[in-house]
């Protein structure tokens, strides 16, 4: 017997994916069992790149989720709405789910998951983190019997070009931005990209799978890279870094029963496995025991990339559904979600980090001294502290600090900011 699949969505990943089924010859054999028996569109008239047999393509997407004969739904449309609607229909139906739809899972993963396991049914989403990368599977069995204590990910591929751009040019983030968008790497509105939350909704998706349980997207700290200048990318250069921006997820310092999940531009030292991830790449680093690093490293995006991911998930359906009955009474517990409860997250201040501080201060003696005591105060220490030339008549330093709580290291921060011989601070980065 053949499985039916049900496509909703024909953009270049739902394009991607039809092409790579279409095209078994030299892939799995498995995949020749697949049958593109409905796909569902918002409009007839686009050109399409991939020809369909009559009466496939229908802009009836309630009918592709309802049907009988379809055995698994394949969400590649994208957005909020009516993705969510669809998925949990076609759910109600008793039918599995593939979804490429990051944000749709961090925001109502909840009830997602929750109507699968009432239906007995899969929802599989190794397309939704990190493009082709296989990272998903790996946390959900390769690593599962592993304590593991860090997830960190350059894990948007737009931030990342435009970084690497400004590090290699020494050119500024607007201009980089420009022409990230003239080029297609950057979207005509780049918020979701450039303010962290693209970031923010795929280490919600790797937290809770790390970490086994459900994580409030509200709860992710995000923070983007428009405040990054040429000049700090210059300043973290001379000090022997990189700048990224990461998304990061580990076990608390001080409670091992919280959690802290952040987005947020991170100075990498250059000799970090991440530092080197450049351009459009995406990297997702696992730590943990006993396994030690493992990264995961590819293309994070693109028609190609992402149809892999997704197909490789129609491919585990396939396989599942030639081996159970059609509807699973006791599901696999590796390809299932198997945790209700929701981690709890650490608050910022809680957060032990290494701080980059750029000041501009007016030429006064001994402005390092006072800056030295007000740190000390707080339990700030330095691990240097360099000034270099001047910018208007005010003199520029940068600090590093060691390992401090951030609550500590901003109460420090808001009393610097009133010394009189204090003009700025333009910049305030986290260190790795």
């Known amino acids: ?120 049914v899969y929802v599989l989403l190794e397309a939704a983190v990190g493009g082709g990368i296989p990272v998903i599977q790996p946390l959900k069995q390769s690593l599962s019997v592993n304590r593991i204590h860090t997830v960190t990910g350059i894990v948007n591929g737009t931030t990342n070009y435009i970084l690497t751009r400004m590090q290699k040019e020494g050119s500024n983030f607007q201009d980089v931005l420009a022409d990230a968008q003239r080029l297609g790497y950057a979207e005509a509105d780049p918020t979701a990209d450039v303010d962290g939350l693209d970031a923010g909704d795929k280490i919600a998706i790797l937290a809770s799978l790390a970490f086994g349980g459900r994580i409030h997207l509200q709860d992710v700290y995000c923070e983007g890279i428009r405040q990054v200048s040429k000049t700090d990318i210059a300043y973290a250069e001379k000090l022997g870094f990189v700048i990224k921006l990461l998304a990061i997820a580990k076990v608390h310092a001080s409670d091992t029963s919280k959690l802290s999940v952040r987005v947020h531009p991170t100075l990498v030292p250059q000799a970090h496995p991440l530092a080197s991830i450049n351009g459009v790449y995406n990297a997702i680093l696992v730590e943990g025991e006993p396994i030690g690093q493992v990264m995961f490293f590819g293309p994070g995006a693109g028609a190609g990339a992402t149809a892999s991911a997704v197909s490789s998930d129609i491919l585990n359906l396939a396989a599942t559904l030639k081996t159970e009955k059609a509807s699973t009474a006791k599901p696999n517990p590796l390809l299932a979600c198997g945790h209700q409860d929701y981690c709890q997250i650490a608050p910022m201040a809680e957060l032990v980090t290494r701080f980059y501080t750029r000041f501009l201060t007016k030429d006064q003696p001994g402005v390092i001294g006072k800056l030295g005591t007000c740190f000390g105060n707080y339990g700030v220490s330095l691990e240097s502290v360099v000034q270099t030339g001047f910018q208007e008549e005010l003199a520029e330093i940068v600090v590093v600090t060691h390992d401090v709580k951030e609550g500590n290291f901003r109460q420090a921060l808001a009393e610097i900011h009133n010394l009189e011989a204090i003009d700025s601070i333009p910049s305030l980065l986290r260190v790795l």
Request: glycine letters at 12%.
């Open 1 to 120: 017997m053949g499985v039916k699949l049900g496509i909703l969505g024909l953009g270049t990943v739902g394009t991607g994916t039809v092409q790579l089924l279409q095209e078994t010859a030299g892939r799995h054999p498995l995949l020749q069992e697949i049958e593109i028996y409905r796909v569902g569109v918002r409009s007839l008239d686009k050109p399409r790149e991939v020809e369909l047999p009559e009466g496939v393509i229908t802009t009836d997407l309630e009918s592709v989720v309802s049907d009988p004969a379809v055995d698994i739904v394949v969400e590649v449309m994208g957005g909020l709405e009516p993705a969510r609607s669809l998925i949990l229909k076609a759910l109600q139906h008793g039918k599995h789910v593939v979804t490429a739809n990051k944000a749709a899972i961090a925001r109502f993963g909840d009830e997602i998951f929750t109507t699968a396991n009432q239906a007995g």
